[in-house]
């Protein structure tokens, strides 16, 4: 299976600024995944990160305020802009993996508070 | 719009027993389903199943997948304190290979 790293693994930030997390994979992935996970809750897609192109976003995020790069198949990263406390939460990517087709596997995720 | 039903929500065991968790599920265009232990942070993946009444087997773990009465279990026999976690399904339905994730289990193995 693929191994996912992703910096940094938490922070804490303050109201207004914004914050880039990174993501690599230690092997070429076609589809590599961002998801939320809000205290308590279970997780929720954010976005497909798509190489060479434009993210594809899932209902209720929008690009201006999570916008994704994906420079290659093997590393993405995601912005969390103009933060607010509500957007405290685990961060974590996904990519596809390698030897099952459509069996993804995690990042350690980043743990974001916002004061 | 597609629902997904973890039960029970959480759950205390002592070493030794043995659990069901079961993933009920509404979704349209059902391609997989997987199961996830999350300890800390990260999902590690357990399972992955597309059809119905085969059994995958790992270890004390093993799940099953019911498409005609549109659910999945995940057993653990022996549960050990290290089983501790929230488990996690998760389907893959349509063209795309994005997840949607269930609410989740969490268990607690006691000593």
């Known amino acids: 299976s693929a191994v996912i790293s992703q910096k940094p693994s938490r922070d804490i930030c303050q109201r207004g600024t914004s914050l880039t997390i990174q993501c690599q994979v230690d092997?070429?992935?076609?589809?590599m995944f961002w998801y939320r996970q809000q205290p308590g809750q279970s997780l929720t897609l954010i976005a497909t990160?798509?190489?060479?192109?434009?993210?594809?976003?899932e209902s209720g995020f929008v690009i201006d305020k999570f916008p994704i790069s994906r420079p290659n198949l093997t590393f993405s990263t995601l912005t969390v802009s103009n933060m607010s406390p509500e957007d405290s939460s685990i961060y974590l990517c996904?990519?596809?993996?390698?030897?099952?087709?459509?069996?993804?596997?995690f990042g350690p995720g980043t743990r974001l508070t916002v004061l | 719009e597609d629902k997904v039903v973890q039960s029970p929500l959480s759950l205390v065991v002592h070493e030794g027993d043995t659990v069901t968790l079961n993933c009920s599920y509404e979704v349209t265009n059902f391609r997989s389903l997987l199961w996830y232990k999350q300890e800390k942070k990260a999902p590690t993946f357990l399972f992955m199943l597309?059809?119905?009444?085969i059994e995958k087997k790992s270890g004390r773990l093993s799940s099953i997948l019911d498409k005609k009465e549109l659910f999945s279990i995940l057993n653990i026999t022996a549960t050990q304190t290290g089983d501790s976690a929230v488990y996690l399904c998760?389907?893959?339905?349509?063209?795309?290979?994005?997840?949607?994730f269930g609410t989740g289990t969490q268990l607690k193995v006691e000593l």
């Open positions: 990160a798509n190489q060479g192109s434009e993210a594809t976003y």
């Open positions: 996904s990519g596809e993996g390698t030897v099952t087709y459509n069996e993804q596997f």
């Open positions: 092997s070429q992935v076609t589809m």
């Open positions: 597309t059809s119905s009444g």
């Open positions: 998760a389907f893959i339905t349509g063209g795309g290979n994005k997840l949607t």
